[in-house]
């Protein structure tokens, strides 16, 4: 039974909206070029993939004589914001509470981002629904 596609960014597919952010729009050439230097992909699976990325609504497309050009649908901000959404609903019961304090268990953190996340916490307004 094939596995249903998650909204969420895999890895491979993080790594193509990368390069649609820093780069504002590329062709998939454009793409292939800008991942040579890490882990290369073919072009067909850089294809494959901003088709799939089209799908699920993160990136768009336009025709510019034969080549396609994608550009991205939702920013990084955006991206960040559903991932961390789901994961605090998958792993955290969505409790945000149970995530920062896994986070100060678990990861060392220095004292100026501890003073940081203080007055975040101090300054954040009560209800942020």
Do not use: C
């Amino acid at each position: 039974m094939a596995r249903k596609p998650s909204p969420h960014l895999t890895d491979a597919e993080l790594r193509l909206m990368e390069v649609l952010w820093e780069k504002g729009s590329a062709t998939v050439a454009e793409v292939v070029e800008a991942l040579a230097g890490k882990a290369p992909l073919a072009y067909s699976s850089v294809i494959t993939t901003l088709r799939i990325l089209e799908k699920k609504g993160h990136v768009n497309h336009r025709k510019d004589g034969r080549a396609f050009i994608y550009q991205p649908a939702l920013g990084p901000r955006e991206a960040r914001e559903s991932a961390v959404g789901h994961l605090v609903r998958r792993f955290f019961g969505g409790s945000s509470e149970r995530l920062v304090l896994s986070l100060l268990e678990s990861q060392k953190i220095d004292e100026s981002e501890l003073r940081r996340l203080r007055r975040q916490v101090e300054d954040a307004p009560e209800d942020r629904s």
